[in-house]
Each structure stands twice: as C-alpha cells, then as structure tokens.
C-alpha cells in the first residue's frame, strides 16, 4: 500500500494474489501429491532460484534509486549500465527466474502455471512503470531508445 500511483496500487493487489498462488500451488501440489518433479529439475530450480537472486543484488549494486515502489528520488539519474544496458527492467526479469524456478525447487509441476498470472501482472507493471519514468525522469525516453529490451533479451 506504499504505492503513490493510484494505478500501481490496483496492479499490486492482483500481484499479491498471483504471489500468493505462487507459493500455495506449490505447497497443496507437495501435499496431494499431484505431480512428480525429478530430482535433476528440483536442482535446476534451485540453480534458477540463486541465479535469480544474483540478478536482484546485481541490480541494487548497480541502481542505489532501486525499490519497491514506484518512484523519482530527488537528483535521480537513469542507469544504463551493467544490466540496465541489456534491458530496461533487470529486477523483474530477476523475479521471472525466480518465478520459474520456485515450483521447481519445490517439487511441483503445477506451480509453474503461475508464471502465467505473474507475467500478466508484471507485464501489466513494468507498462504504466516506463510511462510514469518517461513523464518523471529526465532522460528516461532517450535511455528508452536506446535499450531496446524491456525484459527479455532479444525477445521483449
């Protein structure tokens, strides 16, 4: 609720429910049993899960504006380093991995449907995000411009 956007509010009450389901799926697919995960990709979930968070600490070493709100400090400049400068939102392309790869890491096939929602709503995010910072930070458009990439390399 520490959103100043009214319509950023809206998006993180849906994202609080997909969240939810991201770690409840998982937790009644382990207790009824409704899918078997090997073990090679409980590993690789948890491989996904540390790459994940790798991506996340590079990202507040690289950005000391990073948070968890939607916000211009005051003399705040736009980075275009490090990650910035292969996409234009490395946290969340950090949260997608670890989206992945939480079912994984606890065993469930059917928690990976929950990348579905979480993708929607931070899709949904990252959307009214870059037009807040294009109408707020100085020099966002022409960063905009210039990384091409979103959230996924050479895809989005």
């Known amino acids: 609720m520490a959103e100043k956007i009214s319509s950023q509010k809206i998006i993180q009450v849906f994202a609080s429910a997909a969240f939810v389901m ?6 009644f697919d382990h207790r ?11 590993v690789t979930g948890e491989a996904l899960v540390m790459l994940a968070f790798l991506t996340v600490f590079r990202v507040f070493k690289e950005n000391s504006y990073t948070s968890g709100i ?11 380093t490090g ?5 234009r939102h490395p946290m969340y392309a950090g949260a997608l991995i670890l ?13 990976l449907l929950t990348l579905v929602p979480m993708t929607i709503v931070l899709v949904w995010r ?9 109408y707020n930070l100085v020099g966002y458009s022409e960063y905009r411009d210039r990384v091409r990439f979103r959230l996924v390399p050479l895809v989005w």
């Open 22 to 27: 991201t770690i409840a799926l998982p937790a």
């Open 32 to 42: 009824f049993g409704w899918s078997f995960v090997p073990a090679y990709a409980m």
């Open 70 to 80: 939607i916000e211009v400090g005051a003399e705040q400049e736009v980075i275009s």
């Open 83 to 87: 990650p910035y400068a292969v996409v």
């Open 99 to 111: 989206l992945c790869g939480v079912p994984l890491a606890l065993g469930s096939w059917w928690g």
């Open 126 to 134: 990252l959307v009214d995000e870059e037009r807040f910072l294009a």
